[in-house]
């Protein structure tokens, strides 16, 4: 399987359908895919939506800094301000790669070195609560964004996906967004302390997919949820490389 052009693929179809594309290494085995990207204000017009989407369009080309041949620290993205979003990614991905991960120093995080981050929300938004007519629009968005995400062979070739988007995503005896996408069935809940939780599910045809959905992972988050959901996935990455899947 050639990642490099089945992320070329995708970056091709999220120019094409005006979608954001993501940030991080495209080529690592974990994604995660958060609400929305936070702004201070809301992007308003055409043009500053057109330069923001050109930025992220040239970040995740052929010049992107975490197409890594090497573990050269030098290329770690620094984040002068860490969020809680940053630090929970952080806390996981050090606890799936204890091997491999220095501790983030003086706001500095290399979680992207391994995981390719994106958003369900195509907009940038100073608030995910929104009622009315705006949720309306909100749903439409999220809508596209998982009918790119289920044709995406990029997107498929995630051996984890970790879907930290709540109540954006929905799986209900009514409506069951995350199989349908992803082509998984439900497997089994995890709860922790008021407000957080995860649910497992996997690969319909062969288990090599894991999909978990959880919580927008901002404030409040529970350590032992980071630290069960991080032993779930290293162990499934484990078990992948024992038969010479990754």
């Excluded at 994604?31 to 970040?59: F, M, S």
Aim: charged share 30%; aromatic share 12%; glycine share 4%.
């Amino acid at each position: 399987m050639d990642r490099t052009k089945l992320f070329e693929e995708f970056l091709a179809e999220c120019k094409k359908n005006n979608q954001i594309c993501g940030a991080g290494n495209p080529y690592t085995h974990i994604l995660l895919v958060g609400q929305e990207h936070r702004a201070e204000t809301p992007i308003t017009n055409y043009k500053d939506w057109q330069n923001y989407l050109e930025n992220n369009y040239c970040y995740c080309g052929k010049d992107n800094p975490w197409i890594i041949k090497d573990e050269n620290p030098d290329l770690w993205r620094k984040y002068q301000n860490s969020t809680p979003t940053w630090s929970s990614y952080q806390r996981l991905i050090d606890r799936v790669f204890p091997e491999r991960h220095k501790r983030a120093l003086h706001g500095e995080k290399d979680f992207e070195f391994d995981a390719f981050t994106t958003e369900l929300n195509n907009e940038a938004k100073p608030s995910s609560r929104v009622k009315g007519e705006e949720r309306e629009k909100l749903r439409e968005r999220i809508k596209a964004r998982l009918k790119l995400f289920k044709q995406s062979n990029y997107i498929k070739s995630f051996p984890v996906i970790i879907l930290a988007c709540g109540g954006y995503i929905r799986n209900n005896q009514k409506t069951r967004e995350i199989d349908d996408t992803f082509h998984v069935t439900f497997s089994k809940r995890f709860d922790f302390s008021i407000g957080n939780w995860f649910c497992t599910h996997y690969d319909d045809t062969n288990q090599n997919r894991l999909v978990i959905h959880t919580r927008q992972l901002s404030n409040g988050v529970s350590y032992e949820m980071i630290d069960k959901m991080a032993k779930i996935i290293k162990d499934h990455l484990d078990h992948l490389k024992k038969l010479g899947l990754i």
